[in-house]
């Protein structure tokens, strides 16, 4: 297992060319948050503002759009369960990011359907969240794009049938292996399995246990995938980030809020960038 390195951090973080628009640096559709657990659709997708993404939509429960709004003005929505326009806008997404916040009602149930079966091998696609849980409770065939899975140990649990006991890295291989997945198994020491390859984030700690911090992760891989290429080496990039801008911040608070590490991504992808 190799440890997730600052070298692979800059390389992948490279300097914006000066001939670009928002179109270079992707569009991505957030789609999740129901009516009770908006905040997590929310945090996801301001995640992947600040990580750059060029365009931000979120798809989600209605009652969601105001604070939506008032937080990420950036962001354009639209209703989730509204599926052609769902559809329409789809096709013209780069990145698709689904289950923060998602729930397990029947309804959620069915948008997960339409876009596994809508997407396409040019879209890369993030499950977190609920999405992760629908589909262990009814799996259903995974689209042939590079997808990119972020479950928490008990999430891993039920879509790989690994008891978190059972979590070892050479198991977690094989399930991702299995799934034909990339994924970023979250723990205090969150691993990230890609074909043959794993690797071991460095940082991380207890001040990050706040409801958020995975929904912030997920948007923070999504905004990363829709501009950087390698998509394994984009990934990886995200999950040391987010921490490591947690560990900063944990120097001198006793708790790190998502929201206060979105707020720092633009600082760190600049230092990077200049490295
Ligand atoms: N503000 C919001 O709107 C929030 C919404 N959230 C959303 O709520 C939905 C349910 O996600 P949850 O993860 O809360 O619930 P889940 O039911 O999926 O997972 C929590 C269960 O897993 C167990 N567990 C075991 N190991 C764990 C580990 N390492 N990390 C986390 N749980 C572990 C817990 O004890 C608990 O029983 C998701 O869609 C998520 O995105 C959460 O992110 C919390 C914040
Ligand atoms: N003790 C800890 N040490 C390191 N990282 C942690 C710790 N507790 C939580 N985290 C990180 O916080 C995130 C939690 O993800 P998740 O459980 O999906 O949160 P949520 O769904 O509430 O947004 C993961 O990135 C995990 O690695
Ligand atoms: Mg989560």
Known sequence: MQ????????????????????????????????????????????????????????????????????QLPEAMVMDYQNTPQLLALLKGMDVIVIGPGLGTEPGAETVLTT???????????????????????NPQPLPASPIVVTPHQMEWQRLSGLKIADQTPAANQVAAQRLHVTAVVKAHRTTIYAGTQAWRNPGGSPAMATGGMGDTLAGMVGGFLAQFADFNHAILSAVYLHSAIADDLAQTRYVVLPHQISAEIPKYMHHYSQL
């Open 3 to 70: 440890t997730i390195t600052t070298d692979l951090v800059k390389q992948t973080i490279i300097k914006r060319p000066a001939d670009s628009y928002k179109g270079t640096y992707g569009r991505i559709m957030l789609i999740g948050g129901n009516q009770n657990f908006g905040g997590a659709i929310i945090m996801a997708a301001t995640a992947a503002t600040y990580s750059g993404a060029g365009l931000v939509t979120v798809a989600t429960d209605p009652s969601n759009f105001t604070s939506l709004h008032a």
């Open 115 to 137: 876009v596994l079966t809508h997407v396409t091998v040019q879209q890369r696609l993030v499950l977190d969240g609920s999405a992760l849980t629908l589909l262990a409770a």
